[in-house]
């Protein structure tokens, strides 16, 4: 298959128009994030132009022809296993010889290399948290941030659009369900910062079927959805369909019909009436 270009990937908005995101039940509240802009208990404004700028896909980041896909990489950024061995092993050893020369990276943060044979141009190499379940808040800074680094570094390299791994949800043991809110909300608060119009289109790249859920529930928290993404309901859409066939209906008995007379029949004697029907 052809890798997938930005535009290939689908939109929030386009998810929730086709029913594969729907909207959060009225008066759920934020997930307990400990950081971030979002910590209060309101969903942030519904905003189209945000969700036309986010993606969400479930396959390999190696495939995607992006400007910098994200790798989960380790402190060494010398390769592991998981994404990041897929993504050395499809980018070639020229990868690792440019990792080599970089001295390793701290947790929390990133460093951005070239993608060799990858589709993308890019590759940006964040080092999530171990989670420790002991210090939740301390991992959640490590992990928020090495979405805003990362973000950061690409619009610095013009890289324009950006996908996502899920970064520590593997073997680093980060719970998905507390990974994905703390992702959305570096992303939302990266998206409309000051930086943010440097950025064209966020990708969330999901693989486990636990992340794919994850995101599927706290998208519509973090990005809802605006009226005009919603899904029309059945019994909209099932009047909209028996209005539209009876207007063909109608239209189609109208063509039948002779054509209306041009002239007053008080204007007319009956002769001239019926000299009229005859010229026609
Ligand atoms: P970490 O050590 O940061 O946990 P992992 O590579 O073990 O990194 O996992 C990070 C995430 O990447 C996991 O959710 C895993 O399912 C996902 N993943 C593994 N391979 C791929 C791939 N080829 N494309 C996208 N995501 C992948």
Redesign the pocket.
Known sequence: MAPLTASDIPSLSLLYKLRKLSAAPPDTPLPPTRLGPNTGTTLPTPSKALNDRVGLIR????KLAVDAIVN???QSLLG????????HRAAGPRLYRECRALGGCATGSAKMTGAYALPARRVVHAV?PVYNPFDRAGSERLLTGCYTRSLELAAEGGCRTVAF??????????P?RDAAPAALSAIRAFLTGPDGEKIDKVVV????MK?VEAYNQFIPLYFPPVAEDQPTTDREEETRETEAKLTAEAEAIAAELPSAPTADPYDLGHAGKKQKQKDN
């Open positions: 396959g390999d980041i190696t989960a990489a380790n592991g296993g998981g994404v990041d061995e897929a993504i999530g791994s899920a970064i520590s949800t593997g073997v680093y043991g980060y998905s790249v999901t693989f486990e992340d």
